[in-house]
Each structure stands twice: as structure tokens, then as C-alpha cells.
């Protein structure tokens, strides 16, 4: 019998080829509710940037074991993203390998940005998992909407909770909003009031930073209820 790792616990992972790069567990908070987030990265980021570290203590506190991992880029100390099948690659390499360390009953795919996108390309490939949790999904490149990132989505059958800013310079609402009337009823949207790409807020908005971040842990949290183990 397996023993669940521990707080803190460093791994170092074969993502695919000659790459190789770092993964950290964090057990939940509270209670765990048998939920375990492999969390990717943005372009920009790396697994212990504040917004990241920043989401998973949110979400630990309701009860998500969470992992954290470099892409091979960033490992390196470059900050020119991996192409797109090493990302994919390398998201896999390491739900595999979290899988056979940590005892939870569903696997969460997803991440930041990017690293949602490269999460959410994996699962159109049918790679196993549970769900996908999205948070800032780049529906098209800034200044650029009539370049969607949308033609994979509709491939994806697990459920899907993605949560964007309504300022998002990545998202804009109407076009996403339309992609999503054409996908399947295991697709959840949730508009963040106010937050932009990095789930920031304007002091003139009445809400804070920490009141987007507990709004994004409280619907993750009832969101994974209804997530069942895949058979």
C-alpha cells in the first residue's frame, strides 16, 4: 500500500525526451474532498510565481490537493514557452507520476493561462483525467479576437470549469460566450466581476484581489462536487 506524500514533497519528473523538471505536492488544507489539481503555469510564470502560489493556497483551503510544476523552458531559466506537445507532454508526465504518489479519488487537469490551454489541448486528446479546471483561459492572443483557440474545445469530455476576468484582454466575454453555446452542457463558465488576466481588480471596482481568488476557490469548490471518477 502506497503512503500519501507528504506537505512540501519535491519530485523530479521526465517530461518527454532529454527534458526533465521540477514538481512540488501540496496536501490540502482542510478536509481534502479526493480532489487533486495538476496545475500548470502561465507563459510568463513558473510554478512558485505569486499568482500561483496565491491560487493553490486558496484552493487547498477548500480542500484540493494541488501540484505545481515547471515547464521544461522555465526549468531552464528561459522565457520562451516549450513548443505545444512538449507542454502537453510534460502536463502528463507529471499527472503520471503525481497519480502514482498521491491517493485521491479524481484528477483534476488544468492551470493558468497557457498552462490551461496546453491542459486543455491533453484533454481533447482523451489523455485520463477527471476535469479540467481553466483559470484565465487565452481564448486569442491580445488585440488579435479573430484568432480563437477554440477548435479543440469541443473534443474535450470531461467537465470543464473555466474562469476568466471580465476585463480579460485574452477572453473578451461575447466571443467566449458564443463558444460555449456550442459546446456540451459539461462546459461551466464563470465571469470573474471586475479581474483582469492575472485576476488583478481596480481599487474603483469595490472588490479586491483576495475577494476574486476567494470567489475562484468557492466555485471550484462546489464545482468539483459533481465531478465523478472516470471508470
Given at each position: 500500500m502506497r503512503r500519501p506524500a507528504e506537505a512540501g514533497t519535491r519530485w523530479r519528473v521526465e517530461a518527454g525526451g532529454s527534458a526533465e523538471t521540477s514538481a512540488v505536492f501540496e496536501p490540502a488544507?482542510?478536509?481534502?474532498?479526493?480532489?487533486?489539481?495538476?496545475?500548470?503555469?502561465?507563459?510568463?510564470?513558473?510554478?512558485?510565481?505569486?499568482?500561483?502560489?496565491?491560487?493553490?493556497?486558496?484552493?487547498?483551503r477548500r480542500g484540493f490537493h494541488v501540484?505545481?510544476?515547471n515547464f521544461p523552458y522555465?526549468?531552464?531559466?528561459?522565457?520562451?514557452?516549450?513548443?505545444?506537445?512538449?507542454?502537453?507532454?510534460?502536463?502528463?508526465?507529471?499527472?503520471?507520476y503525481a497519480r502514482g504518489q498521491v491517493a485521491a479519488d479524481r484528477l483534476i487537469l488544468g492551470g493558468r493561462s497557457m498552462g490551461g490551454r496546453a491542459a486543455s489541448m491533453l484533454a481533447a486528446d482523451q489523455f485520463p483525467c477527471d476535469g479540467l479546471l481553466l483559470l484565465a483561459y487565452p481564448l486569442h492572443p491580445a488585440g488579435q479576437p479573430?484568432?480563437?483557440?477554440?477548435a479543440?474545445?469541443?473534443?474535450?469530455?470531461?467537465?470543464v470549469l473555466c474562469?476568466?476576468?471580465?476585463?480579460?484582454?485574452?477572453c473578451r466575454r461575447d466571443l467566449m460566450e458564443r463558444v460555449v453555446d456550442r459546446?456540451?452542457?459539461?462546459?461551466?463558465m464563470q465571469w470573474l466581476e471586475g479581474a483582469?488576466?492575472?485576476?488583478?481588480?481596480?481599487?474603483?471596482?469595490?472588490?479586491?484581489?483576495?475577494?476574486?481568488?476567494?470567489?475562484?476557490?468557492?466555485?471550484?469548490?462546489?464545482?468539483?462536487?459533481?465531478?465523478?471518477?472516470?471508470?
Amino acid at each position: 500500500m502506497r503512503r500519501p506524500a507528504e506537505a512540501g514533497t519535491r519530485w523530479r519528473v521526465e517530461a518527454g525526451g532529454s527534458a526533465e523538471t521540477s514538481a512540488v505536492f501540496e496536501p490540502a488544507l482542510t478536509s481534502p474532498t479526493g480532489a487533486l489539481f495538476v496545475c500548470a503555469h502561465g507563459a510568463g510564470g513558473h510554478m512558485a510565481d505569486r499568482g500561483m502560489l496565491a491560487v493553490a493556497e486558496h484552493l487547498r483551503r477548500r480542500g484540493f490537493h494541488v501540484v505545481r510544476f515547471n515547464f521544461p523552458y522555465r526549468e531552464k531559466g528561459s522565457s520562451r514557452p516549450d513548443p505545444m506537445p512538449l507542454l502537453k507532454e510534460t502536463i502528463a508526465a507529471v499527472a503520471r507520476y503525481a497519480r502514482g504518489q498521491v491517493a485521491a479519488d479524481r484528477l483534476i487537469l488544468g492551470g493558468r493561462s497557457m498552462g490551461g490551454r496546453a491542459a486543455s489541448m491533453l484533454a481533447a486528446d482523451q489523455f485520463p483525467c477527471d476535469g479540467l479546471l481553466l483559470l484565465a483561459y487565452p481564448l486569442h492572443p491580445a488585440g488579435q479576437p479573430e484568432k480563437l483557440r477554440d477548435a479543440h474545445l469541443a473534443k474535450i469530455k470531461v467537465p470543464v470549469l473555466c474562469l476568466n476576468g471580465t476585463r480579460d484582454a485574452l477572453c473578451r466575454r461575447d466571443l467566449m460566450e458564443r463558444v460555449v453555446d456550442r459546446l456540451t452542457g459539461q462546459w461551466t463558465m464563470q465571469w470573474l466581476e471586475g479581474a483582469d488576466h492575472s485576476f488583478h481588480v481596480l481599487k474603483s471596482s469595490g472588490r479586491t484581489d483576495s475577494d476574486v481568488l476567494n470567489e475562484i476557490a468557492e466555485v471550484s469548490s462546489v464545482w468539483q462536487t459533481g465531478v465523478r471518477p472516470r471508470r
